[in-house]
């Protein structure tokens, strides 16, 4: 039996390329693109059955903030997929999925606003036996999946860092003022807090962690972002000593000059200054040059048969949106077979078997190369 899916914010970027790599994948999901305005739903469900005429595809008119409307358009589906930039309506979503019967996945910002609303629910979906996952895609999504997947090629890890380099040619990007108001959000909320020493430590505001990426990015600085799902990493892994993710920066002018002032502004100017600030940071990426290219490096040591043993693991594409749909649509796999569809609420990176998950991803077209390392010669896949 198909598994029927209402895929919200299904005509923008992300959500189209969601809609098809999952395709792709899987011909027997009847889906159907939702978002505020019909006519663009309605036009790239019809580029979608061009693509994939034996898929069964649909289009819907809906606002998220309303409950009624929600409340019928959930009617009969399995599965809820938010892909949209709609931080705010979270809790209205959720209940609605609740009193539907109807499982949720959500690829948005790892914002303290979502995962309180979705928290308070807790108990209810696990009384009622729905399989609610937050946190998709890479960033967040796959962070703590990749510290999983290293925990699997070590008999002790006790270090698990993990360097982002998001090079983006923000000047061809079509970002909605819905996606601009949750990345400044996300700004208002930065924590820089990395585990070390068996700890959760907040490092000097000024401290930046240089890393080599390879070619074409070479070393550049990066700083420490939290994100909640790491957390998961030192529960489930005893051994572990440090953890953490570092991001690399825009360019020169929005990294030195634009985000401190951003930053203290948030913290200290009245709400009336911050729109301006906000619009001189969106002005500033205008400065990112080329090379382009989304990468993300897990750093991993440990001990393995008794010896130090190191283990890297590099992947990249050089379209973010991509970087983002294809881990969805590898952990919706397993949700769709019933293996990560398990009654409760999960971080993306904590319900995916990540041996299986990593095969998808490179499977489907993000380049994925693995460095092992111990008292012999490094061997590369």
Same mark, same amino acid.
């Given at each position: /039996?198909?598994?029927?899916?209402?895929?919200?914010?299904?005509?923008?970027?992300?959500?189209?390329?969601?809609?098809?790599?999952?395709?792709?994948?899987?011909?027997?999901?009847? &889906?159907?693109?939702?978002?505020?305005?019909?006519?663009?739903?309605? !036009?790239?469900?019809?580029?979608?059955?061009?693509?994939?005429?034996? %898929?069964?595809?649909?289009?819907?008119?809906?606002?998220?903030?309303?409950? !009624?409307?929600?409340?019928?358009? *959930?009617?009969?589906?399995?599965?809820?997929?938010?892909?949209?930039?709609?931080?705010?309506?979270?809790?209205?979503?959720?209940?609605?999925?609740?009193?539907?019967?109807?499982?949720?996945?959500?690829?948005?910002?790892?914002?303290?606003?979502?995962?309180?609303?979705?928290?308070?629910?807790?108990?209810?979906?696990?009384?009622?036996?729905?399989?609610?996952?937050?946190?998709?895609?890479?960033?967040?999504?796959?962070?703590?999946? &990749?510290?999983?997947?290293?925990?699997?090629?070590?008999?002790?890890?006790?270090?698990?860092?993990?360097?982002?380099?998001?090079?983006?040619?923000?000047?061809? /990007?079509?970002?909605?003022?819905?996606?601009?108001?949750?990345?400044?959000?996300?700004?208002?909320?930065?924590? %820089?807090?990395?585990?070390?020493?068996?700890?959760?430590?907040?490092?000097?505001?000024?401290?930046?962690?240089?890393?080599?990426?390879?070619?074409?990015?070479?070393?550049? %600085?990066?700083?420490? /972002?939290?994100?909640?799902? /790491?957390?998961?990493?030192?529960?489930?892994?005893?051994? @572990?000593?440090?953890?953490?993710?570092?991001?690399?920066?825009?360019?020169?002018?929005?990294?030195? @000059?634009?985000?401190?002032?951003?930053?203290?502004?948030?913290?200290? @100017?009245?709400?009336?200054?911050?729109?301006? *600030?906000?619009?001189?940071?969106?002005?500033?990426?205008?400065?990112?040059?080329?090379?382009? &290219?989304?990468?993300?490096?897990?750093?991993?040591?440990?001990?393995?048969?008794?010896?130090?043993?190191?283990?890297?693991?590099?992947?990249?594409?050089?379209?973010?949106?991509?970087?983002?749909?294809?881990?969805?649509?590898?952990?919706?796999?397993?949700?769709?077979?019933?293996?990560?569809?398990?009654?409760? &609420?999960?971080?993306?990176?904590?319900?995916?078997?990540?041996?299986?998950?990593?095969?998808?991803?490179?499977?489907?077209?993000?380049?994925?190369?693995?460095?092992?390392?111990?008292?012999?010669?490094?061997?590369?896949?």
């Amino acid at each position: /039996m198909a598994t029927k899916i209402l895929l919200a914010g299904g005509y923008g970027q992300a959500g189209q390329m969601i809609a098809g790599y999952l395709l792709r994948e899987r011909a027997e999901v009847e &889906l159907t693109i939702s978002g505020r305005n019909k006519e663009k739903a309605q !036009e790239t469900a019809s580029q979608l059955q061009k693509a994939h005429p034996q %898929s069964s595809i649909s289009a819907l008119a809906l606002d998220l903030s309303d409950r !009624e409307a929600l409340k019928t358009a *959930l009617k009969g589906r399995q599965l809820f997929i938010a892909a949209s930039s709609t931080i705010s309506h979270t809790g209205i979503v959720a209940e609605a999925c609740l009193d539907a019967g109807v499982d949720y996945y959500d690829i948005q910002l790892s914002a303290p606003q979502k995962l309180e609303a979705l928290r308070k629910l807790r108990p209810s979906i696990e009384s009622e036996g729905r399989c609610f996952i937050t946190d998709g895609g890479f960033h967040p999504g796959i962070l703590a999946a &990749l510290g999983r997947y290293a925990a699997l090629q070590f008999d002790e890890l006790h270090q698990a860092n993990i360097y982002v380099a998001l090079r983006v040619d923000w000047n061809k /990007m079509a970002v909605t003022p819905g996606t601009r108001d949750e990345f400044v959000e996300e700004f208002k909320t930065y924590s %820089s807090k990395i585990f070390q020493g068996g700890q959760w430590i907040t490092p000097s505001f000024w401290k930046t962690y240089p890393y080599d990426f390879g070619q074409p990015i070479g070393r550049i %600085s990066c700083a420490p /972002m939290y994100f909640e799902e /790491m957390t998961i990493l030192p529960k489930a892994t005893p051994g @572990l000593q440090e953890t953490g993710v570092f991001i690399s920066g825009f360019n020169p002018v929005t990294d030195y @000059l634009v985000l401190p002032l951003l930053l203290a502004g948030f913290r200290f @100017l009245p709400e009336r200054w911050q729109s301006a *600030l906000v619009s001189l940071f969106w002005w500033s990426l205008r400065f990112c040059r080329p090379p382009f &290219l989304a990468r993300l490096v897990l750093d991993a040591a440990g001990l393995r048969q008794g010896a130090s043993y190191t283990f890297q693991v590099q992947l990249s594409h050089p379209d973010g949106y991509v970087l983002t749909a294809i881990p969805v649509v590898a952990a919706l796999l397993q949700y769709l077979d019933g293996s990560a569809r398990k009654p409760g &609420l999960w971080f993306q990176g904590e319900v995916v078997e990540p041996e299986r998950f990593f095969r998808d991803v490179k499977r489907m077209g993000v380049s994925m190369k693995r460095i092992y390392e111990a008292s012999g010669p490094q061997i590369i896949q």
